[in-house]
């Protein structure tokens, strides 16, 4: 089983900035894909960010102002945000993709962060 665990939201006045982690663990052998999600109360969820081995995806609603990047041991993932918007208040959901030590692909979700931002 692998666990995915987020931290790092809170409430922050437009043009702050805040940065979430995310931290898989259990029986993993690789994780070759990491993203961060994010939902609106009323919206469907959505693309915010993804990063594989070899390359990053930002969604064009944040693009220059989120930066999404990878620990060294390839199980932790970072979200910076910067000169954030109210229309950026959501729960913000980390995802992460790959192999279990039973060599059977998985894929994980977090309980989400709640990041709000004021105007």
């Known amino acids: 089983q692998v666990q995915v665990v987020e931290s790092g939201g809170g409430l922050v006045q437009a043009g702050g900035s805040l940065r979430l982690s995310c931290a898989a663990s259990?029986?993993?052998?690789?994780?070759?894909?990491m993203g961060w999600y994010r939902q609106a109360p009323g919206k469907r969820r959505e693309t915010v960010a993804t990063i594989t081995e070899d390359s990053t995806a930002t969604a064009d609603a944040v693009k220059g102002r989120f930066i999404i990047s990878r620990g060294i041991d390839k199980k932790t993932v970072s979200l910076q945000m910067n000169n954030l918007k109210p229309e950026d208040t959501a729960v913000y959901y980390c995802?992460?993709?790959?192999?279990?030590?039973?060599?059977?692909?998985?894929?994980?979700w977090g309980q989400g962060t709640q990041v709000t931002v004021s105007s």
């Open positions: 995802n992460a993709r790959g192999l279990r030590s039973s060599m059977v692909r998985f894929t994980s």
């Open positions: 259990g029986n993993i052998v690789k994780i070759d894909f």
